[in-house]
């Protein structure tokens, strides 16, 4: 059998360290390098902090019992929710579709390749608010001609069937512009995982949607939760844009709710603490999904 | 046409990549219970061979029988039908490979490893796929670490999982596609252990390896290989001592 050329190195190790075990110098002390800018840089920018702080609590433009008054006002609340149920439901149907998308561009058909390919680049292109409206003026259409109901009087007074109508098609909105997002996601998590995984897999005679699910998936979730997770927080803020279809999500209720009393500021900050409350309990959650899917990792 | 006794019978095996002739004609055949050494330079399509036995790689001609059943085709008059996967992967049951980089998977336990195969492809109780694999890691020597994810292992005890996991389907016949070569050396005893454990049970195996102290000692017959075709075979006596091609002896002589 050849052999390395190199000695094995605990051969060299002990004949430097055997000499003189009786009268070893004292111990030497470690001193890390000072890094005095470092703390200027930390000293001016608590000051900023500081000063920002302090306008927020003394300035009385903030308004903040305005804004105590309207955070966990029913009708805030009502906003919150339907805010939370468009995030929901277009992250779910978003990425059912996005994980189809994602397989047909990977599989062997040239053909189902192209389709997904197409989708994405359409998706992409088409802003979504343009995609909003576009959908929204066919549920209207579809709406009509289903009932022959005219649409309410005005843009404020919802009666169900319109509700719905244009929940439907923000959801659907949301979701279409989601998946094609979620599908390039999806892909690139599948590709970055090992393909030797998949050949022990099928060495293995699994089968295959059994290849998927449960070893080429759970090791994709890796490199998809990061960005997926990117993308529903900017799909749950991006919900405001759906307030120019005239749906009581939280953005929309808070132009509703200034546009009567002209608190402009306490109002925007309502919305922004809750966006920025939800946004804390998705990270968090992150947090331990992504704990979920590194069972196994050294990193 | 076969004999009861000839396990694996491949012939004339082509296989290209583009314009890459990899296999140009291999004839190969392994009698039940015996121990079969691969020997030959890197890049003589060993692993491309090997894969062929199990229909990871499709061949451009030939055929390749396991116990008599073709793999990968059906065959009606003159032509070879392709295989539906699932019916593929039915075959694979009975073939276990064990691949140079392990590929266990990592997210599993060393346990969920063995049992995943058992259940889901050929429908076993998880209980007694649980009892199975846990009779096979104590046979391997690694009984303590059932619960253990892979990367917390050394080579050479993912090595050893990786060869319990082929075993969980109790195959017919055993591939390894250099079972030692990600090791570090002092790993490396402890696998060829288990594999002559195996071949000491009578498991019919084609082992692909550069070790010629295993071959001498295990295999029943050296299949040597070099560019593409299988230049000699026979018993190891004759092939490692008495090689009768200039390119066995010179290859010899870089390994030994
Ligand atoms: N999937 C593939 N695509 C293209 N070329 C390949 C592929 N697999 C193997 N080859 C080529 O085929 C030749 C034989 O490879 P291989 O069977 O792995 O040889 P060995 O295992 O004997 O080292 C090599 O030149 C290799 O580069
Ligand atoms: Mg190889």
């Given at each position: 059998?050849?052999?390395?050329?190199d000695?094995?190195?605990?051969?060299?190790?002990?004949?430097?360290a055997?000499?003189?075990?009786?009268?070893?110098p004292?111990?030497?002390?470690?001193?890390?390098?000072?890094?005095?800018?470092?703390?200027?840089?930390?000293?001016?920018?608590?000051?900023?902090?500081?000063?920002?702080?302090?306008?927020?609590?003394?300035?009385?433009?903030?308004?903040w019992?305005v804004?105590?008054?309207?955070?966990?006002?029913?009708?805030?609340?009502?906003?919150?929710?339907?805010?939370l149920?468009l995030?929901?439901?277009?992250?779910?149907?978003?990425?059912?579709?996005?994980?189809?998308?994602?397989?047909?561009r990977?599989?062997?058909?040239?053909?189902?390749?192209?389709v997904?390919?197409?989708?994405?680049?359409?998706?992409?292109?088409i802003?979504?608010?343009v995609?909003?409206?576009?959908?929204?003026?066919l549920?209207?259409?579809?709406?009509r001609l289903?009932?022959?109901i005219?649409?309410g009087?005005?843009?404020?007074?919802?009666d169900?069937?319109?509700?719905v109508?244009?929940m439907?098609?923000?959801?659907?909105?949301?979701?279409?512009?989601?998946?094609?997002?979620?599908?390039?996601?999806?892909?690139?998590?599948v590709?970055?995982?090992?393909?030797?995984?998949?050949?022990?897999?099928?060495?293995?005679?699994?089968?295959?949607?059994?290849?998927?699910?449960?070893?080429?998936?759970?090791?994709a979730?890796?490199?998809?939760?990061?960005?997926?997770?990117?993308?529903?927080?900017?799909?749950f803020?991006?919900?405001?844009?759906?307030?120019?279809?005239?749906?009581?999500?939280?953005?929309?209720?808070v132009?509703?709710?200034?546009?009567?009393?002209?608190?402009?500021?306490?109002?925007?900050?309502?919305?922004?603490?809750w966006?920025?409350?939800?946004?804390?309990?998705?990270s968090?959650?992150?947090?331990?999904?992504?704990?979920?899917?590194?069972?196994g990792?050294?990193? | 046409?076969?004999?009861?006794?000839?396990?694996?019978?491949?012939?004339?095996i082509?296989?290209?990549?583009?314009?890459?002739?990899?296999?140009?004609?291999?004839?190969?055949?392994?009698?039940?219970?015996?121990?079969?050494?691969?020997?030959?330079?890197?890049?003589?399509?060993?692993?491309?061979?090997?894969?062929?036995?199990?229909?990871?790689?499709?061949?451009?001609?030939?055929?390749?029988?396991?116990?008599?059943?073709?793999?990968?085709?059906?065959?009606?008059?003159?032509?070879?039908?392709?295989?539906?996967?699932?019916?593929?992967?039915?075959?694979?049951?009975?073939?276990?490979?064990?691949?140079?980089?392990?590929?266990?998977?990592?997210?599993?336990?060393?346990?969920?490893?063995?049992?995943?195969?058992?259940?889901?492809?050929?429908?076993?109780?998880?209980?007694?796929?649980?009892?199975?694999?846990r009779?096979?890691?104590?046979r391997?020597?690694?009984?303590?670490?059932?619960?253990?994810?892979?990367?917390?292992?050394?080579?050479?005890?993912?090595?050893?999982v990786?060869?319990a996991?082929?075993?969980?389907?109790?195959?017919?016949?055993l591939?390894?596609?250099?079972?030692?070569?990600?090791?570090?050396?002092?790993l490396?005893?402890?696998?060829?252990?288990?594999?002559?454990?195996?071949?000491?049970?009578?498991?019919?195996?084609i082992?692909?390896?550069?070790?010629?102290g295993?071959?001498?000692?295990?295999?029943?017959?050296?299949?040597?290989?070099?560019?593409?075709?299988i230049?000699?075979?026979?018993?190891?006596?004759?092939?490692?001592d008495?090689?009768?091609?200039e390119?066995?002896?010179?290859?010899?002589?870089?390994?030994?």
């Amino acid at each position: 059998m050849p052999l390395t050329t190199d000695p094995p190195a605990e051969r060299t190790a002990p004949e430097r360290a055997a000499p003189a075990p009786a009268d070893d110098p004292p111990p030497l002390k470690v001193v890390p390098v000072r890094h005095p800018w470092r703390w200027a840089a930390v000293a001016v920018t608590a000051v900023l902090i500081a000063q920002f702080v302090h306008g927020l609590v003394t300035n009385p433009a903030w308004e903040w019992e305005v804004f105590a008054q309207f955070f966990t006002a029913e009708t805030v609340l009502k906003a919150v929710w339907v805010t939370l149920q468009l995030t929901v439901y277009g992250t779910a149907l978003g990425f059912v579709l996005g994980v189809v998308l994602a397989f047909m561009r990977l599989s062997a058909s040239p053909f189902l390749r192209w389709v997904a390919f197409g989708y994405v680049w359409a998706f992409r292109s088409i802003p979504l608010i343009v995609q909003l409206l576009f959908w929204f003026n066919l549920a209207y259409l579809y709406k009509r001609l289903d009932f022959g109901i005219p649409f309410g009087p005005g843009f404020f007074h919802f009666d169900t069937m319109g509700l719905v109508g244009a929940m439907g098609a923000a959801v659907l909105g949301l979701a279409l512009h989601q998946a094609a997002y979620a599908a390039e996601i999806v892909r690139g998590g599948v590709l970055a995982v090992d393909a030797g995984q998949l050949e022990a897999a099928a060495a293995l005679g699994l089968p295959r949607l059994r290849q998927l699910r449960r070893i080429v998936l759970p090791q994709a979730m890796r490199s998809i939760l990061p960005n997926a997770t990117n993308e529903v927080i900017s799909l749950f803020k991006g919900t405001s844009i759906v307030s120019v279809m005239a749906i009581g999500e939280l953005f929309y209720q808070v132009q509703v709710i200034y546009g009567r009393n002209g608190r402009v500021v306490p109002l925007l900050m309502v919305a922004t603490a809750w966006y920025v409350l939800l946004t804390t309990v998705l990270s968090v959650l992150q947090h331990y999904v992504e704990r979920h899917f590194s069972k196994g990792a050294t990193r | 046409m076969s004999t009861p006794s000839a396990m694996v019978e491949a012939r004339g095996i082509h296989k290209s990549f583009g314009s890459l002739d990899v296999l140009k004609g291999v004839d190969l055949d392994v009698r039940a219970g015996e121990v079969t050494v691969v020997l030959g330079p890197s890049g003589s399509g060993k692993s491309t061979l090997l894969r062929t036995l199990n229909h990871l790689e499709k061949v451009d001609s030939g055929s390749v029988r396991v116990n008599g059943e073709l793999v990968g085709y059906r065959r009606s008059g003159n032509k070879l039908y392709e295989l539906r996967e699932r019916d593929i992967l039915k075959q694979r049951t009975k073939i276990g490979f064990v691949f140079q980089n392990f590929h266990l998977f990592p997210h599993l336990t060393v346990l969920e490893n063995l049992v995943e195969a058992p259940v889901a492809a050929l429908r076993r109780p998880k209980k007694d796929a649980v009892a199975g694999a846990r009779a096979l890691l104590d046979r391997v020597g690694l009984a303590d670490k059932a619960d253990a994810y892979p990367r917390t292992l050394s080579g050479g005890q993912q090595q050893r999982v990786a060869i319990a996991r082929a075993l969980a389907l109790e195959p017919e016949l055993l591939l390894f596609d250099e079972p030692t070569s990600a090791l570090d050396p002092e790993l490396v005893g402890e696998v060829l252990d288990v594999i002559k454990d195996l071949a000491h049970r009578g498991t019919t195996m084609i082992v692909v390896t550069h070790e010629i102290g295993f071959a001498r000692e295990v295999a029943d017959t050296v299949v040597f290989m070099d560019g593409g075709r299988i230049v000699e075979q026979g018993p190891p006596g004759q092939v490692l001592d008495h090689p009768r091609h200039e390119r066995t002896k010179s290859f010899l002589s870089k390994v030994l």
